[in-house]
């Protein structure tokens, strides 16, 4: 493992590093002021764009491509919001970011406003990071101060201002078109899409949403160039001309079962089990990896034998699961039942599932009560079947719902029970020997209460 | 013509109306203007529903039909003066998240979501704080609480803490 000087997270542990003295001796707000000087809007996108930054939120999509389905020449107003809704099971970097270094966010948010010509940004925060609210408004009255927010700034005619918004705890305000609707004071349920938010989004303007990882990462193109940020990654695969390549650096947040949890920044493409062994100190008490979710519990599970896949966006696709997410690495240990596993997922998906949706709204809370009964020492061979059924019926790749919380929820379904099935079966078996064979209905344990 | 609101605050409202210039609508104030009467009362009774909208020129239904959503404002009674959110996600189930929101309510006699009956502490179950990196965590008021043993944590739950703002 080659060493790798963090960029990202260069303020941490540096004292008063939040602050703007301490960002601007660091090189920060000058390259956005080299842009409002000497450059157009469309300069910025092209750059965005050629350096291969893909969003950090999870989908992973170009986010210079998605800046370009801006509908051209509109009068406005064009609204960017930052998705701070970070929610995501094992998944910190962002709340890092905000805490650590808030004026690389919102340099890159300034930077992203100017590319796509917003004059008003909002940030949809969610209400679990008190200090990084504070820290933000901190920072935002900081950059008013200084003249990077608010009306023709630093002479350029491009004005902007940014709002804080606080979510109310509520994952699916991670999904854009969920936060869209959150932030207009209605239920957080999505959007079908198309329209796409670029061309109808926050108040029915056309609206960008980024992740603030990616705002982090534009602000530090702007600051080192896209022939730096390509340097760092994993280049686009040549036999593959769909594969864009994972360019840059990534914040991977490990957790769980090792001896140092943490944020660690590295070249996307890292593989998990460096993650682990180089960052993490190991899997925690000498034992050994069951399992680990390669990026935020949605994406499903790795196998101990799994563990040298690169965490680059092409890479846990290709040991089935559902990608690289958030790129929050969590480790679970061979001491540990992926019974238990199982039920703590789909825990979380039957209490975060927005109801709109019958099939994930249903499916989510079925296959808790399944869960339930099973570690209760009442399941049933079958039950595992019904679970992969469901698994494989709910969610936007069935084509069965909205958004893709449902096909998060399923992934784990679906991992653990293909790859951990023969533990499953013995569970089954040793907990109700008296009728883990039964295939008539069986009735839940108890009512499982809707989101 | 609106009448005096009864419940929210003269300072209540001010706080609304001063975040009204940076949204093209009021509806959009909805959010903020629950989590304003909810910093205050520590819940946000139907009758405060009622006043929002008037205040926000909205039917009542559509501002509770928001705050029903998100499961995270009290209606009925006020959550204590500390809300203290046990994480029991992924990462901090794997290091006793279960097991220590388990102790704590049985330690102070009530349920997950309950009060205590002097009104001093709330405890409810939360999904993923963010904080895994020091898990198994609780966030009290503004507090983060890291790496929590139970005791630990008893012990942490009985300090008085600033309101969560």
């Not at chain 1, 078109?177 to 303007?205: D, H, M, N, Q, V």
């Not at chain 2, 959009?28 to 205050?40: D, F, G, R, W, Y």
């Amino acid at each position: 493992m080659k060493p790798f000087k963090p960029v990202l997270l260069e303020a941490v542990g540096v004292p008063d590093g939040h602050t703007i003295a301490s960002y601007k001796s660091r090189g920060g707000y000058a390259p956005l002021e080299k842009v409002l000087a000497e450059k157009q809007p469309a300069d910025v996108v092209e750059m965005v764009k050629s350096s291969g930054l893909r969003g950090r939120g999870g989908a992973g999509f170009s986010t210079g491509l998605k800046w370009t389905f801006l509908p051209k020449d509109h009068p406005g107003p064009i609204y960017l919001c930052v998705n701070a809704d970070e929610s995501e099971p094992g998944t910190f970097n962002n709340r890092i970011l905000m805490e650590d270094d808030p004026h690389q966010v919102i340099e890159g948010i300034i930077l992203s406003s100017y590319a796509t010509r917003a004059s008003t940004a909002y940030i949809y925060l969610r209400y679990e990071y008190p200090r990084s609210w504070h820290r933000l408004q901190g920072a935002i009255d900081e950059a008013y101060a200084a003249g990077y927010l608010g009306k023709n700034i630093r002479g350029s005619n491009f004005s902007l201002d940014i709002y804080l918004h606080r979510g109310a705890a509520a994952y699916i305000c991670g999904e854009e078109t969920g936060l869209i609707e959150s932030l207009e004071g209605k239920r957080a349920w999505p959007r079908i899409k198309p329209p796409f938010p670029a061309i109808e989004g926050l108040f029915r303007k056309p609206t960008v949403v980024n992740n603030v990882e990616t705002m982090a990462c534009v602000a530090q193109i702007a600051r080192r160039g896209v022939e730096w940020f390509k340097s760092i990654g994993v280049p686009a695969d040549p036999n593959n001309p769909r594969d864009p390549g994972s360019y840059g650096p990534k914040l991977y947040c490990l957790s769980g079962h090792v001896e140092k949890p943490g944020c660690y920044e590295a070249p996307l493409g890292i593989t998990a089990r460096e993650l682990i062994d180089g960052f993490g100190g190991g899997v925690w008490k000498g034992r050994k990896a069951k399992a680990v979710i390669p990026g935020g519990i949605s994406m499903g599970l790795m196998t101990e034998s799994e563990l040298d896949t690169p965490l680059d966006f092409a890479g846990p696709g290709k040991v089935g699961c559902l990608g690289l997410g958030t790129a929050a690495v969590v480790v679970i240990d061979d001491h540990t039942s992926i019974v238990d596993f199982l039920h703590n997922s789909c825990r979380f998906f039957a209490h975060e599932s927005c109801g709109q949706c019958t099939p994930c709204r249903e499916g989510t809370s079925w296959s808790l009560r399944m869960l339930e009964r099973i570690k209760a020492g009442k399941g049933r061979l079958k039950d595992l079947d019904i679970l992969l059924e469901i698994g494989q019926t709910m969610g936007m790749m069935p084509g069965s719902t909205i958004c893709g919380l449902a096909d998060g929820a399923a992934w784990p379904i679906k991992n653990a029970i293909k790859k951990f099935r023969g533990e499953f079966e013995d569970y089954i078996r040793r907990t109700n020997p008296s009728g883990w064979m039964v295939t008539d209905p069986v009735p839940a344990l108890q009512i499982v209460g809707a989101h | 013509m609106i009448s005096k609101p009864k419940i929210l605050s003269d300072e209540m409202v001010a706080k609304i109306e001063a975040l009204a210039p940076r949204y093209p609508n009021r509806r959009a104030l909805t959010l903020p203007a629950l989590h304003i009467v909810n910093a205050e009362l520590r819940h946000v009774p139907l009758e405060a529903v009622v006043e929002i909208a008037e205040v926000l020129g909205l039917a009542p239904a559509e501002v509770q039909d928001t705050l029903t959503f998100y499961q995270f404002f009290h209606q009925e009674k006020p959550h204590g003066k500390v809300r203290a959110f046990v994480c029991r996600s992924v990462s901090c189930a794997l290091r006793g998240g279960d097991h220590l929101l388990e102790h704590l309510c049985h330690a102070h006699g009530i349920q997950p979501y309950g009060t205590t009956p002097d009104g001093e502490l709330t405890i409810e179950p939360a999904e993923c704080l963010g904080a895994c990196d020091f898990a198994p965590c609780i966030l009290a008021n503004d507090d983060l609480l890291e790496n929590m043993t139970p005791e630990a944590a008893e012990a942490e739950l009985k300090k008085p803490r600033a309101r969560a703002t």
